[in-house]
């Protein structure tokens, strides 16, 4: 690990000042940024704690909920407003790491997580993320957890993140403010593809602050699911995961959405497939084309074709099992 | 009341005879498997559980010592070739550093001989440590930096520059099987087996079955990381080591700093998990070089990374089991062969054959391991080294014999059940499969399996059952030694040179001695994990206890003689030799009339002694040269596979095992619970992910090297024979690896009977069935 300065911000302020200052990263639970140190994979020469700053869960009535960026995951998850209106972010947020690392975790951290990509881990390891232009050592190295959809020749990773694949579905905004003032961006516009540069990897500017989550209120929460596809059954990430959600009235889907994990470089909203789904009545047959178009660009590497195959087979059960329960269940 | 209380009310009735001084064709089993009234049996608390959970227990890291300096190590990224250049300045100039030693600047050390090619050999490999600009694999530790704090020695040793000319070594399969294959050895004897023809009778046999089953390489990952404390004074080395072997580590480091073998002091009194990985490698002696060095003590402990780069591990194998039979199910040709991985610099051949030579009978066998040589950290011993991934193969195909025969799989393995050893021709010292296969399979419900495979559902889920066999052999290697201290209070201390690491040897040590001697347990205390003991004792091969066993039975001995002499004319003993008297009540009785005694105490105060102390050692196991040994298990395992997305869960497991007398229902039942839990690792999920292009370990975490979590695992369900071996001390035989046996068929058996896939190359993840 680098030695770094520690700064404890007391205000937004103070935090959006040091945040600018060269070297500097935003320090929410640790939990990914201080193994990323360690492992020499980050070196910020200054951290500022923001864990300090906003953690309320703040009730918008009709205009949804608003998470201020330094809430725990664990207590987003259990916050009953969360479990009532938006099951599928307090489900996803369960899925994913460890009782531990929830209890650390912030929301604003989750969202900025990085790729789990070993050679990205790996500073004895080509990685054009980590070292623009040096190549990419995963393409052709182990990628069983890396990405069918959207990648390039350059970066085959993925983001990790659970959580943000409900937020993708759930159509949330993530409040960003810098030195220049503060812009709600839509969190599936947040990250980027990996093109030709995937060491950039969101559209926030140098010294920007996640400072909330927003999610719009939405008729969703009655038929919705956050499956997670993984080898051991806790503690790994999604080979697949699937947030749907639907809306049904008079058996035609009025809302459909339908979100990917572990499948690209950013969470991965299906609008191909909503496209198709919505306005036609419930069908496994609907379902199955609406998943042939998400998947029509799909290409599978060494080791995650068999990803393809996976992600269509569950988005189609997942759907039939949404759209068949007689009653809404919670 | 405690458990240790109630036990200690019960107070023996009658002595026991003194343990026989071997155990030989002829001689008398030891009486202590015939006590019902005892300790031995009795489910007792680990005596260090308390210290454990207060953080009181001191593990190799946590030794303070004044002037402590911090070591860190830097790992070649190459796999093959030469450190042209390596700069240090930068690391030198960092904050705290006090040295950074490398090839350049080590002192002249000797290579550490390794393990298996002498009897106190305990190094990975023999590679020179340290010592010229040669790569012999991609994490070969090729700097050591010592600084103040942890952290700076971290920091400092990323500041190392190395510029390499790569060579690029041997790191697929397909470059080593070009390169050629060898005939693997195991503790110094070929691993090959040729009984018969037995590809002309497999050619002719009715019923066959005969397929190639992979297993990767794996690594270890014990809790507690690889560490030690150590410091010189002049020439004598101490070091707080976590390590399963003190006196082969001791050995083996004065051979690397040519100085006497009492010069080297190690301590480690509680190890957090072995597994086979905590002997000695790079970072003991490059801490005690470094030490000499700056002349200040050391502590060095390895990050999770620095185990998986130069701890070894399992090797991967690539076997072919065929098997020949008889409509009526008799086997005609056992066939096993294949190749594994291994280093030119060790002597560990991965021998997966070991478990096909002893259980079942057939007319002929060929059994082979062939090696090939990779740049690679050394493999090395991993929990049931050969069985557990052999009868992965053997019992997977012994599952596909039975349904092509349309047989139950485990009338199959009755009915092949040899009379004696069918590889050796020795009577076997006792053998209780059959029993263990009955009452498992009624325990576990055995009978409501369906033969046709995938016929089973509830919801998504696919369900199925299968099992498998689980062997073990008995080992008891020489170095069993002991010495008895008693005291006139009546206390005795029992010490050997041997190693808690999780197992429950202190407290199952206590029992026994504890039985012997006719003492209480707390009037017990055992003594372990210092050179300064007696025994040259490896906890490993399942082999400590009976070592143990044999070399507290050997001092026991040698006390009561002392005992008889010191208690003279004048004692209710007087005459009596050592085989007509026992341990009852905190002293000697004649077994034939237990009114007849002296206390320990009243024996010692009229001899006008504080304390007497004896040491002997064991004697040479010639058991294992006229039986054929061996523990076994029969397991169950329930698997579900999910109809849509292949995952696979584990929802009940049952391990029925016959390993001779259990001495600690307790302890013994962890053990065979944590080896089947590993099982589920090795077939579910572990596999260490070795880069072929690279040679270059890409998942050195526990984050990626998947390992089973809680949920994972279901009730496990134990249960045994509980039948001694008359040709064991106490009756038993080790528990501590066969539980990881026979795991990895169990599941995959499972599997195919839940869904019709067969699936031959671990681990059995969901993409092998979609």
């Known amino acids: ?330 | 009341m405690s458990v240790v209380q109630k036990v200690v009310q019960k107070a023996m009735k009658n002595a026991i005879a003194l343990a026989p001084d071997s155990w030989m064709p002829g001689g008398a089993p030891d009486p202590l498997i015939r006590e019902k009234h005892g300790l031995i049996g009795q489910p007792i608390s680990r005596i260090d559980g308390p210290l454990k959970v207060s953080g009181q227990a001191r593990f190799a890291a946590e030794y303070p010592i004044e002037g402590l300096t911090y070591a860190a190590l830097h790992y070649s990224t190459i796999a093959r070739g030469r450190i042209v250049n390596i700069s240090t300045t930068e690391a030198e100039a960092s904050a705290g550093v006090i040295l950074v030693m490398t090839h350049l600047n080590a002192p002249r050390l000797k290579p550490a001989p390794a393990f298996g090619t002498n009897e106190k050999a305990a190094g990975g490999d023999d590679l020179a440590v340290m010592q010229d600009d040669r790569i012999h694999w991609n994490g070969q530790p090729i700097a050591l930096v010592l600084a103040e704090t942890q952290e700076q020695a971290d920091h400092a040793q990323s500041l190392v520059r190395v510029h390499y000319q790569d060579e690029h070594g041997i790191t697929s399969l397909e470059q080593a099987v070009a390169q050629g294959t060898e005939p693997g050895q195991f503790l110094g004897e070929p691993l090959k087996v040729a009984i018969g023809d037995a590809e002309k009778l497999f050619a002719a046999a009715p019923v066959k079955t005969d397929s190639v089953y992979r297993t990767p390489g794996h690594n270890h990952n014990p809790i507690e990381l690889h560490a030690a404390t150590l410091f010189w004074t002049g020439d004598e080395l101490r070091i707080h080591d976590a390590t399963q072997a003190v006196a082969h580590a001791a050995w083996t480091l004065a051979q690397v700093f040519d100085i006497k073998e009492e010069q080297v002091h190690v301590t480690s009194p509680f190890v957090g998990g072995g597994f086979g990985s905590k002997t000695l490698w790079r970072h003991q002696i490059l801490a005690a070089a470094a030490s000499r060095l700056v002349n200040r003590p050391v502590r060095i402990v390895l990050s999770r990374e620095g185990v998986f780069r130069i701890v070894g591990g399992r090797a991967l194998t690539e076997q072919r089991v065929a098997i020949g039979a008889q409509r009526d199910g008799g086997f005609d040709a056992i066939i096993h062969t294949g190749l594994t991985a291994m280093t030119p610099h060790n002597a560990m051949t991965e021998p997966f054959i070991v478990a096909t030579r002893s259980l079942y009978a057939a007319k002929s066998f060929k059994l082979q391991v062939d090696t090939v040589k990779m740049n690679m950290i050394a493999n090395t011993f991993m929990r049931a080294p050969g069985e557990a991934v052999g009868t992965f193969a053997l019992e997977s195909a012994i599952d596909e014999l039975a349904m092509k025969i349309g047989i139950d799989p485990i009338e199959l393995r009755i009915r092949n059940e040899p009379d004696k050893d069918p590889t050796l021709g020795l009577p076997f010292s006792q053998r209780g499969i059959v029993e263990a296969w009955r009452i498992g399979a009624e325990r576990f419900g055995w009978s409501s399996r369906t033969t046709q495979p995938a016929a089973r559902r509830e919801g998504d889920w696919l369900v199925g059952i299968g099992c498998a066999t689980a062997t073990y052999p008995y080992y008891r290697m020489p170095g069993g030694a002991a010495r008895i201290t008693l005291t006139r209070d009546g206390n005795a201390t029992v010490g050997v040179a041997a190693h808690e690491m999780g197992m429950g040897t202190a407290t199952t040590h206590t029992q026994v001695a504890a039985d012997r001697l006719g003492l209480p347990m707390d009037r017990v205390t055992f003594r372990y994990g210092d050179t300064d003991l007696p025994g040259v004792i490896l906890a490993g091969g399942s082999q400590q206890t009976a070592s143990i066993g044999a070399g507290v039975a050997a001092a026991h001995r040698a006390l009561v003689a002392e005992l008889l002499k010191l208690a003279g004319n004048d004692s209710p003993l007087a005459g009596l030799g050592p085989s007509e008297v026992g341990g009852l009540d905190g002293g000697l009785a004649s077994l034939e009339d237990s009114d007849r005694r002296e206390s320990y105490a009243s024996i010692l105060a009229r001899a006008q002694r504080e304390e007497i102390t004896v040491e002997a050692e064991a004697p040479m196991p010639m058991e294992v040269q006229h039986w054929s040994m061996h523990s076994h298990g029969a397991m169950f395992c329930e698997a579900r596979v999910n109809a849509v997305s292949g995952e696979i869960r584990i929802s009940r497991f049952l391990g029925s095992f016959d390993c001779g007398r259990i001495i600690n229902p307790k302890t013994a039942a962890s053990q065979f619970r944590g080896g089947i839990i590993m099982g589920l690792g090795l077939a579910l999920m572990e596999e260490t992910q070795f880069d072929s292009r690279t040679g270059r370990i890409m998942n050195p975490s526990l984050a990626e090297y998947h390992v089973p979590v809680h949920l994972d695992v279901p009730k496990i369900e134990i249960m045994w024979t509980d039948e001694p071996d008359p040709r064991t001390p106490m009756g038993a035989r080790g528990v501590g690896e066969i539980g990881i046996t026979g795991v990895g068929a169990a599941v995959a058996n499972a599997v195919y009977n839940a869904t019709g896939k067969r699936v031959r190359d671990l681990p059995i993840t969901l993409d092998k069935l979609l």
């Open chain 1, 1 to 330: 690990m680098t030695p770094f300065l520690y700064e404890r911000a007391a205000d937004r302020e103070m935090a959006l000042a040091l945040g600018v200052r060269t070297g500097a990263s935003f320090l929410g639970g640790g939990t990914n940024l201080i193994d990323l140190m360690r492992e020499t994979i980050a070196h910020p020469t200054l951290l500022v704690d923001v864990t300090g700053l906003s953690c309320e869960i703040k009730d918008l009535g009709e205009a949804g909920l608003r998470i201020g960026a330094g809430a725990k995951n664990t207590a987003v998850a259990a916050d009953r407003r969360v479990r009532e209106r938006f099951p599928l972010l307090s489900q996803s947020i369960l899925a994913g790491a460890s009782a531990q690392i929830r209890n650390m975790a912030t929301i604003g951290g989750n969202v900025l997580q990085r790729t789990r990509c070993s050679y990205f881990y790996d500073d004895a390891s080509r990685c054009n993320k980590r070292t623009p232009n040096s190549g990419c050592d995963a393409v052709e190295g182990f990628n069983r957890y890396h990405a069918i959809l959207g990648a390039s020749p350059d970066c085959v990773a993925t983001h990790p993140s659970d959580m943000c694949v409900a937020l993708a579905a759930l159509g949330a905004t993530v409040t960003v403010e810098g030195m220049n003032g503060r812009r709600e961006i839509p969190l599936v516009d947040l990250h980027r593809l990996p093109g030709n540069t995937p060491h950039i990897e969101t559209e926030l500017r140098d010294g920007e602050l996640i400072t909330a989550v927003t999610l719009p209120f939405n008729g969703l929460a009655a038929r919705s699911s956050y499956r997670k596809i993984r080898d051991r059954a806790s503690y790994a990430f999604a080979l697949v995961s699937v947030a749907s959600a639907v809306e049904l009235a008079d058996g035609k889907l009025t809302d459909v959405r339908l979100a990917l994990g572990g499948v690209a470089h950013k969470p991965w909203r299906a609008r191909a497939a909503e496209a198709i789904i919505i306005g036609n009545p419930a069908s496994e047959s609907v379902f199955r084309d609406a998943v042939e178009a998400e998947f029509a660009e799909a290409r599978g590497l060494r080791d995650n074709a068999f990803k393809i195959g996976l992600a269509k087979r569950v988005i189609v059960d997942t759907l039939v099992k949404l759209t068949s329960q007689a009653e809404p269940t919670r």
